[in-house]
T-cell receptor, first 108, second 115 residues
Framework: EDQVTQSPEALRLQEGESSSLNCSYT??????LFWYRQDPGKGPEFLFT???AGEEKEKERLKATLTKKESFLHITAPKPEDSATYLC?????????FGAGTTVTVRA | DTGVSQDPRHKITKRGQNVTFRCDPI?????LYWYRQTLGQGPEFLTY????????KSRLLSDRFSAERPKGSFSTLEIQRTEQGDSAMYLC?????????????FGSGTQLSVL
């Protein structure tokens, strides 16, 4: 069974203070690793898909990287609007298996 | 592309009552998923449709839960004889089923509270 572990559970940052979120996974055959953003009371919003070790994707202040065992989501110079829960998920067949998420709070 | 639509957004019910939720996926998407999410947890897979065929149900889905997708369009999720443990956000997602990976588009969910 696919397993995803995210750390830390919560992260409080000062505006402009860069940091990284970790996603460790075990999967029988990785078809893709996904990062989603979720705001309170809303469904997850797609950010990135990574397919193979060494791959990197960027979007504004976010950068996702992938190794054979884990993925990192780097937040560079965050702003208050980056406050959200960030979910990591792996796909080995047709469905996604999610971690519990990291809740990021960015203070102005 | 109007996104995935779910109705209602919120549902409060008494224990033992039946509830039904509706999901309208993105129109050209042939895959539809139901997930459940409780506070502080990530979404958990419940069931999956390819067009109108229900191809998998999670062990989490008891006999009180049933899902349908008539004609491969919208989907409904019914919970019979609700229990307090059923309180959660029920999320619907759809995808086009591209080869090499899935990008799921989620709706805003239906928040169920069982009193």
């Amino acid at each position: 069974e696919d397993q995803v572990t995210q750390s830390p559970e919560a992260l409080r940052l000062q505006e402009g203070e860069s940091s990284s979120l970790n996603c460790s996974y075990t999967v029988s055959g990785l078809r893709g690793l996904f990062w989603y953003r979720q705001d309170p009371g809303k469904g997850p919003e797609f950010l990135f898909t990574l397919y193979s070790a060494g791959e990197e994707k960027e979007k504004e202040r976010l950068k996702a990287t992938l190794t054979k065992k884990e993925s990192f989501l780097h937040i560079t110079a965050p702003k208050p609007e980056d406050s959200a829960t960030y979910l990591c998920a792996v796909q080995s067949d047709y469905k996604l298996s999610f971690g519990a998420g990291t809740t990021v709070t960015v203070r102005a | 592309d109007t996104g995935v639509s779910q109705d209602p957004r919120h549902k409060i019910t008494k224990r033992g009552q039946n509830v039904t939720f509706r999901c309208d996926p993105i129109s050209e998407h042939n895959r539809l998923y139901w997930y459940r999410q409780t506070l502080g947890q990530g979404p958990e897979f419940l069931t999956y449709f390819q067009n109108e065929a229900q191809l998998e149900k999670s062990r989490l889905l008891s006999d009180r839960f049933s899902a349908e997708r008539p004609k491969g369009s919208f989907s409904t999720l019914e919970i019979q004889r609700t229990e307090q443990g059923d309180s959660a956000m029920y999320l619907c997602a759809s995808s086009s089923g591209t080869v090499g990976g899935e990008k799921l588009f989620f709706g805003s969910g239906t928040q169920l509270s069982v009193l």
